[in-house]
């Protein structure tokens, strides 16, 4: 017999002699079939290199036990923190997951997507790229009743479920803090706006402001990519201003610290001429000195709870509007980056 042809239930059936139905039945622990005869035929599969065809079998179940998950990056803890989530909660269930990566860009997001809609996954879970401006390219799942949960960067849908946090509330709070240290001419650095994340932050943001009445200085807002790059650079520009912030509030931690690295090197002193605050709490904010004021969200947590949702769904058929914004716990973390009092 050729090594490369696959072995079926025929040909062992052939080498046992006994008929294919048998050997079917003895693979799936039928109980029907008695001891001896199961364990030769476990024996001469196992011998004979049979693969069981799990594609075909899902097929016939219309099912693939098979999540998509598209994210923005993988290389981010946060992101890292939700697989792992997503996976373990998956794989407890039976399920196994195919993750792609959008890099931060519609297209790319968009071909990802065809793909998983191609291998048929049973449902997706999305957190949207950086330009996202619709999201069309995900309708011939909805069409088809092939669940969506959205995570994190979330998109308002009334079959789309949403996890995610109060950002409004936690760039609230973290401006505040801010204020309570003194600073009255506080920078925001934020992502496009198209993003929830990044709108929402930014009225948290000149809500606490307000609120304290202190007006809204456009020149003290900041909008990019939110990259270490974008950090840097936004630091040169506050070097050159001649109203000059004193306190900053990043959308993200790896803004936050390459931007407060650039000043330090140009003699700026963390936090007594400019306070520091990012978001995320990535474990760079630790390492940094001073270490960040942060914002912490559970990534882990988020990834169970999306996986959890959509498993309950497929297997139980439970009702994904009853959850159509679940809003989870945030925490804010004062470090010295920020203390001045």
Known sequence: ?????????????????????????????HPAINKDTKKKIIDAAQKMGYRHNTFASNLRRQRTNILGVIVP???????????????????????????????????????????????????????????????????????????????????????????????????YEITAHLISQGCKKIAHITGNQLRNVYQDRFNGYKQALADHAIPLNEKHVFINDL?????????????????????????NDTCAINCMQVLMKNGISIPQDIAFAGFNNDPTSTIIEPNLTSVNYKGFEMGEVAARILIGHLNNNYDLQLTHTLMLRHELIMRDSSLRK
Do not use: W
């Open 73 to 171: 990056r993988l290389n981010s803890s946060f992101t890292s923190d939700v697989i792992a989530g997503m996976e373990k909660t998956a794989n407890e269930a039976g399920f196994n997951l195919v993750i792609s990566q959008s890099l931060e860009t519609m297209k790319k997001e968009v071909a990802n997507a065809n793909t998983m809609f191609n291998n048929r996954v049973d449902g997706l879970l999305v957190s949207l790229a950086y330009d996202t401006t619709d999201i069309q390219h995900l309708e011939n799942f909805i069409n088809k009743n092939i669940p969506v949960i959205f995570f994190d960067r979330v998109y308002d849908h009334e079959k789309c479920p949403s996890i995610k946090i109060d950002n409004y509330k936690a760039a």
């Open 227 to 251: 990259s270490g790059k974008a950090g840097a650079e936004t630091a040169e520009k506050i070097l050159y201003m001649n109203d000059r912030p004193d306190g900053v509030f990043s959308a």
């Open 1 to 29: 017999m050729s090594q490369n042809k696959e072995i079926t239930i025929y040909d062992i059936a052939k080498s046992l002699n006994i008929s294919p139905a048998t050997v079917s039945r003895g693979l799936k622990d």
